[in-house]
């Protein structure tokens, strides 16, 4: 798995996406993983609040990154399917995404994340669950 080799060999550079809105990565294992961020201004929407699509992004990313470990050298994922509800806002703190996998098929793989804030005790503000398609490149 070329990605997930560059990401033990790099961590976070190894994915353009980190490093643009400074992703950290916490942990990640076979089934789970663990991102988190700061919430900066210029990641707002015009209300002020962390715009709603980076919430999609990084539990996309969080799931991602828990169903590389379970993959083969040759196969590949790719989302087809996510949604997201949101439950609650926030303005500014660190984020965290927390991804897994809920059921794995040959041709499918069924993951969820939440992302919470942690400034006072963990607060859920959004829930997202994915299917992703496995495909097995030459």
Partial sequence: MNYLRNVEERGRD???FFRLFDIKILNYREGHSLLSMIVRGD?????G????GIYTA????????AIYPSLDEVEHIAT?????TFIRGVREGTITAEGRILKR???FIFAEADVKTHEREPVLL??????FSV???P
């Fill in 43 to 47: 990641m707002h929407n015009g209300e």
């Fill in 105 to 107: 098929g040959k041709r």
């Fill in 58 to 65: 990084i539990a996309d990313e969080a799931m991602a990154l």
């Fill in 126 to 131: 959004t829930r997202s669950s994915a299917v």
């Fill in 80 to 84: 087809v399917s996510l949604t997201t």
């Fill in 135 to 137: 495909s097995k490149m």
């Fill in 14 to 16: 190894a994915n353009p």
């Fill in 49 to 52: 609040w962390l715009q709603g």
